[in-house]
């Protein structure tokens, strides 16, 4: 499992080259991406030598988020298709086969009828990537405060998700599997090990403060092996049913942390050593 | 526009042949069956002689009802489908080429769960009616109080199932568009010749009582004609805009009418003709 | 049936507002255009100026041409998608709701991976157009010498093409039904009348000289009523069954017409005339 | 990877329970079905005690066989499906997750018409068994005489039948690969890794003689090691990919074998542990 970065967390690196070298020179092999990033650093350097940069320092693109708005008006989702596309090619030229997209847990919409709409707009999206290589990956989101924070229920169980993907119903849509999630939904190593490696298409770990699991916010997440959830857990039950992709950070905090870049990195760094080497991985 | 009959409102005419019978007796060339009681008839009959005997009454069996319970659980909807492909092969050898259900507007269920799992389960139905050369004809309910019957809201309006038959995805999948909730949603002339014909699979005609809007109830119904829908508006609708298939009445009432089946097998020709004639048909 | 125009064999009409200037003018609603065309025009005028033109003059943009290269290799086909959908986005804008394209009747390739390419890819297409509104039109192409100009026989018969687009299996394709192939497939009115109108998205008409079957070419058409096809029949069956878009001429032929664009305009409105009276239309 | 026995090769072994009971006996832990021979099965025996018997013997059912029949008629194909809908019952009641059919690779119906309605037909297997939780995998055939045996070539490739399944769609579609195909169609483990594991529903593993490769026959099989196929090599691609299903032989020969089924049996259990241990399995 490739040890992988996005922004949250690391403070401002800089650009997506400066990104790149910083994770490799901190232990990572994956980074994350924004659509147009990519597209200008394309544009800017050509796709052979973003490739080859990338190559030389041993990072992939783990993902690009997904810049479709699918949750607001039919008007605003069909008019961000022109950049899906756009984001697409430049993944595709970049080498990174994932696209990715998180689920609220509450609407102010009517429930059933927005469940209809985005199980249409988000199987559009993934008919968009295919041509190119590119899986949609789905993150449910666990924590409680965000289930009662606008009007309706939603979705945010792993089951639950794992039958809308279903609904969706293309081949290359699969699960953001973040460990926050995974805890705030009580989960267990029991119900990683029922998944098949080929249901995720990328994994996400963050750690949780030692709060009733009701209280835990989702903007208030520590660095792995820093709180409570059973990292290592989560590690051995991926490893165990095969899954090899990338398992990437994403600190999302109440405000800007005060260390600087570097030290976030190496924070990072040592954090993915500890909950790596807690599950007998390397 | 073939006048239809469903069992509903003409009192207990026997046989799936006696009320193919009577059905042509009175004017009518069309009538709904049970998959199961096609099944038997043929089982009894043979296939040849029953569609002989529909051709020679000039009678088709407009639908069959979709036997699957899509509703409840996993288990209860799967366990059904051997009985859903019997339905469908017996519906093929009678020539019938509908399979319909009803949309309750309300549930007990989460909505975005029972839509997810519905819209799936639906697609199925659609999939293995399909090689049957049948469509299945999915009925928005609009009464009122159903809306608040159970906890959640559900879908019970015309664009609202339109989009769902397209977030359910399949070629086969249309409406069944019942006059009914047509004028419990508030809908008008307009909202019909918007449609394609292609989108409507099968009709109802119903008309109900002169009560305020919100009070009308589902299974209150009167014969086309004799309440307060504008009945040649809704069929001039689907004259204009192309709809040639069948036109069914259904009159659910909250205790048994009184009249024998010949009395009110009369009244139904009586008044398709009453609306027929205003609609400028025939 | 709104009568149409393509740019082919009309001469030089010039740009797409003076082709939308001619087509009124000789009594035709709707023309054909290019994607790139429109996406130019709506850059140089705005959509609602583009729109507000096309509806003072009464024509509509019956097709754009699919301009993704499905034939060849998978290299080029994806490199055209964004094209694609800046075509959609396009015709969207202007109020076209038909994208079409043509299948010749034989290939270099081996036939059984062609066609599973080119099953995905059209698909692909349909997918993509969708979101806009926009349907697929599939043209099957019928004159005999072109099944045998290249090394395999591929697809020229209407059942077959049918047949492909329900294996292609979206909800928005279906075919470009032109008299031409009709005639070359020696198909008859019958065979017209089996089809719902929903199968057909788009119409062409042309005529063919009076030589065996076997020898008509693809592209040497004669203007509607001055060859040997039963066109009378051919609208009759259209109309039969509730056909009620743009039937479009497309006067391929081996070199340049010799006359001026206004003879062959009042040729093509003289044309149209005839075959629609004796249709029995208008 | 779990050893596994087709009937082939190893004699009349008796009945399903007996043939698990062998399985079981000489280290297998799977075994290929029919459906029906299931259904009886589970109808003499009751669903409960079929899986407690298969528990207890440490045997799986591996898969059973695509009865309905893709490849004639679309009448005989229909008339399959009830069939199919009772195999999946019986199966999914079994536990067994696969159904499986073989391509042969020449046709001799036209090439592409057949590969349009094959694509339709083998979707819709795939659809029906989908409720049930049941994969349908596709078997490649490589073998060069059987590439001329009919008219029109199709499809015997790895990479034909992974972009096939692509175009059939469905989520639930993948690869029975069987190393015999593999070596026949001289592919390497470069072309096993480039697969991801969750494309191969089920491995088959066969020897093949010393021959000039496009002499080898299909129905000319070695046992497991006694050939010239690098079986080490295929299952170290299968591992290294994270393959963890079931490998079954499937020793398909000329005339029936002559030693008895207990010889058999001994020497199918030899062959596997010599090519696991060769591949540094177990």
């Known amino acids: 499992m490739i040890k992988g970065l996005t922004r949250a967390g690391i403070g401002n690196v800089g650009s997506i080259e400066a990104f790149v070298k910083a994770a490799a020179a901190h232990g990572f092999g994956a980074v994350s991406a924004g659509g147009q990033e990519l597209e200008e650093w394309i544009a800017s350097q050509g796709a052979s030598a973003v490739r080859a940069f990338l190559q030389e320092h041993g990072v992939q693109i783990a993902t690009i988020g997904l810049s479709a708005q699918w949750r607001t008006t039919e008007e605003e989702f069909v008019s961000g298709l022109g950049r899906l596309i756009q984001d697409a090619e430049a993944a595709a030229a970049a080498g990174c086969t994932v696209c990715s997209t998180y689920v609220l847990p509450s609407t102010d919409h009517d429930a059933a009828t927005f469940t209809v709409q985005a199980t249409r707009r988000l199987r559009t999206c993934a008919q968009l990537l295919a041509p190119y290589g590119i899986r949609l990956a789905i993150e449910f989101v666990g924590p409680h405060h965000l289930r009662t924070r606008w009007k309706h229920p939603f979705i945010w169980g792993l089951q639950e998700t794992v039958d809308w993907i279903d609904a969706i119903g293309e081949r290359n849509v699969g699960l953001l599997f973040d460990s926050y999630h995974w805890y705030t939904n009580e989960l267990g190593v029991e119900d990683i090990v029922r998944l098949d490696a080929s249901q995720i298409v990328l994994a996400h770990i963050n750690d949780a403060p030692d709060l009733p699991i009701a209280e835990v916010l989702d903007n208030d997440r ?61």
Chains 1, 2, 3, 4 share one sequence.
């Open 222 to 282: 520590l660095f792995p092996g820093e709180g409570v959830i059973d990292l290592a857990g989560f590690l051995r039950g991926l490893k165990q049913i095969g899954y090899s992709g990338v398992v990437a950070q994403e600190i999302l905090t109440p405000k800007p942390l005060e260390q600087s870049s570097e030290q976030l990195l190496q924070r990072s760094r040592e954090a993915f050593r500890k909950v790596y080497t807690a599950a007998g991985l390397q």
